[in-house]
């Protein structure tokens, strides 16, 4: 069949490859993301605003403070702060998300890593932006109360950190062969991080103020899986991968409360859920959202390596001018015609 560059058309849809949308989590966030495109791309700007209303209905007021401090040069609140980190990247992955469909882009899978797949559970169908949006309140509503920590990226496996790891710091993530992520409640994840860098192990703290993907974060989430079984869910339209079991996710799986309710405490094995959709077909890759966290990870497997699949993500690597924004996407749209993924735009 040969590579998916080899199947590069002139904007038919001959031969059209997969696409993927990737939709980064907890880590991605920075101040002003994607905010470049807001009042400039309509369909992006929409879906934002569309966020902060459902916010404002919910909260009385806080979706104008979240939209004041994500456009905000110096916002109000810390954008690693749970209750800025989350809802920005849930809202900034879903519009994105729905951006490239406004270009007929129709993805034919999504793999969301931590709130990502809160996003992606909106753009297949699962769950209305409505009742994502509750859902995201209730989390940070009861996060609010967990204790203070965060996440250590480490270059290394998991068996290779085991001897360091205690009960209160885990292993939070696995986003790729050598990449895994700690997580655990401060000072326990710093005492960790000073054993490791002694012992010459490269390690990155990441942005965030909470310790997620770790027992830590569990007696603040107690009650969440009541407020998940109010929702409504449906059958995923769009093929959703999940994170936490490396499979699509079926109509049992989405109509469990338990299943959501624990994605704040449970690890994300990113990496196992890309290797298994790589295995079964090749494809374009679009990260949608902020940096190129995820497309960065994918650019790591053999597929993409060997140039059966490939990556287009939609934004700048790092914070930028708001042209550069806009320059990335308007970029990531003619890679992605040039596939014969777009045609006739959808809302």
């Known amino acids: 069949m040969g590579t998916v560059a080899d199947r590069r058309t002139t904007g038919t849809v001959a031969n059209r490859p997969t696409m993927v949308l990737l939709l980064p989590g907890q880590g991605a966030q920075h101040p002003r993301m994607a905010t470049g495109l807001y009042g400039t791309e309509p369909v992006f700007t929409a879906a934002m605003d569309e966020v902060f209303g459902l916010v404002d209905t919910e909260t009385a007021g806080e979706g104008e403070r979240l939209r004041a401090d994500w456009l905000s040069e110096h916002p109000a609140v810390d954008l690693d702060h749970v209750t800025r980190s989350q809802p920005l990247l849930f809202a900034v992955d879903h519009a994105l998300g729905r951006l490239v469909r406004s270009w007929g882009a129709r993805p034919d899978a999504l793999l969301g890593h931590s709130i990502g797949e809160l996003a992606g559970a909106v753009l297949s169908g699962v769950f209305t932006l409505a009742d994502?949006?509750?859902?995201?309140?209730?989390?940070?509503?009861?996060?609010?109360?967990?204790?203070?920590?965060?996440?250590?990226a480490v270059a290394a496996t998991p068996q290779e950190l085991a001897p360091f790891l205690d009960g209160d710091v885990v292993v939070g993530a696995v986003n790729a062969p050598r990449q895994t992520v700690l997580a655990g409640p401060d000072p326990a994840l710093e005492l960790v991080h000073k054993a490791l860098e002694a012992q010459d192990f490269t390690c990155r703290r990441l942005p965030s103020l909470s310790?997620?993907?770790?027992?830590?974060?569990?007696?603040?989430?107690?009650?969440?899986?009541?407020?998940?079984?109010?929702?409504?869910?449906?059958?995923?339209?769009?093929?959703?991968?999940?994170?936490?079991?490396?499979?699509?996710?079926?109509?049992?799986?989405?109509?469990?409360?338990?299943?959501?309710?624990?994605?704040?405490?449970?690890?994300?094995?990113?990496?196992?859920?890309?290797?298994?959709?790589?295995?079964?077909?090749?494809?374009?890759?679009?990260?949608?959202?902020?940096?190129?966290?995820?497309?960065?990870?994918?650019?790591?497997?053999?597929?993409?390596?060997?140039?059966?699949?490939?990556?287009v993500p939609l934004l700048p690597a790092r914070p930028g001018p708001p042209e550069r924004d806009r320059a990335s996407v308007e970029a990531a749209r003619e890679s992605l015609a040039s596939y014969g993924l777009t045609g006739e735009p959808s809302r």
């Open 211 to 311: 310790p997620f993907h770790s027992p830590a974060v569990g007696p603040a989430l107690a009650g969440s899986e009541a407020a998940v079984a109010a929702l409504p869910s449906s059958a995923p339209v769009i093929a959703l991968h999940s994170c936490y079991t490396a499979r699509p996710l079926g109509q049992e799986d989405v109509a469990d409360p338990l299943y959501w309710a624990r994605q704040p405490v449970a690890p994300v094995v990113f990496w196992s859920a890309l290797d298994a959709l790589l295995s079964e077909r090749d494809a374009v890759l679009v990260e949608a959202g902020p940096g190129q966290g995820l497309a960065q990870l994918a650019r790591r497997h053999p597929a993409v390596r060997a140039g059966r699949s490939t990556v």
């Open 132 to 152: 994502a949006t509750r859902l995201v309140l209730d989390r940070i509503r009861l996060l609010a109360d967990a204790p203070p920590g965060g996440m250590l």
